[in-house]
């Protein structure tokens, strides 16, 4: 069946590192793919997203492009700030459903 | 105006009890669910309406029982409660199904603890 599989955390880094957080997909077809964001004590967040192959998702200097041929759509950031603390979920929509990653915690050090 | 809303925030109970935790959405939206997240942050659907349709029912205990009344609200009640419901329940709504670039719009979850 259709899956997400994520990179495990926690994630630690300083600020003004470099974030990449892999993500790689199972699916037929042709999904939709989307990070969201939680952060502590709230809902999750849509932060990109990208529905065909090779489109660019993008906001607040997060980055992820779709890429079918090696079924994967990592997040980049390329400076990250003690505000993006938070869990983050790789998921591919397709037909009815919204299938999840198990998330990755991120925590930047000041 | 909060677009999906859902109380209580916070629900601490003891075991064999049933609660209920509401949902609304202002979106205007066709499509609501539920999921569940446990203490690994691993969020799981539960249930997903379309237009007060069931779509998708995954394996959940039937002491777990949606109810919409109408497209804008998703309630879920639970009987008979046991420890391992503790979780986080989060509400959640899209514009319709079957067009799967929908974004799904969360509200801010409801901490079930059961004691």
């Known amino acids: 069946g259709d899956s997400v599989t994520q990179m495990e955390g926690p994630v630690t880094l300083s600020e003004e590192a470099f974030l990449t957080i892999n993500c790689t997909y199972t699916a037929t077809g042709y999904p939709s793919l989307f990070w969201y964001v939680q952060y502590p004590g709230e809902g999750l967040q849509l932060l990109l997203k990208a529905t065909k192959a090779d489109d660019k998702g993008s906001n607040k200097g997060f980055e992820a492009t779709y890429r079918k041929e090696t079924t994967s759509f990592h997040l980049e950031k390329g400076s990250v700030q003690v505000s993006d603390s938070a869990v983050y979920f790789c998921a591919l929509s397709k037909d009815d459903k919204i299938i999840f990653g198990k998330g990755t915690r991120l925590h930047i050090l000041p | 105006d909060t677009a999906v809303s859902q109380t209580p925030k916070y629900l601490v109970t003891q075991m064999g009890n049933d609660k209920s935790i509401k949902c609304e959405q202002n979106?205007?939206?066709?499509?609501m669910y539920w999921y569940k997240q446990d203490s690994k942050k691993f969020l799981k659907i539960m249930f997903s309406y379309n237009n007060k349709e069931l779509i998708i029912n995954e394996t959940v205990p039937n002491r777990f029982s949606p109810k919409s009344p109408d497209k804008a609200h998703l309630n879920l009640h639970i009987n008979s409660l046991e420890l391992g419901d503790s979780a986080v329940y989060f509400c959640?709504?899209?514009?319709?199904?079957?067009?799967?670039?929908?974004?799904?719009?969360f509200g801010e979850g409801s901490w079930l603890t059961v004691v």
């Open positions: 959640a709504s899209s514009q319709s199904r079957g067009s799967s670039g929908n974004t799904i719009y």
């Open positions: 979106l205007g939206h066709d499509t």
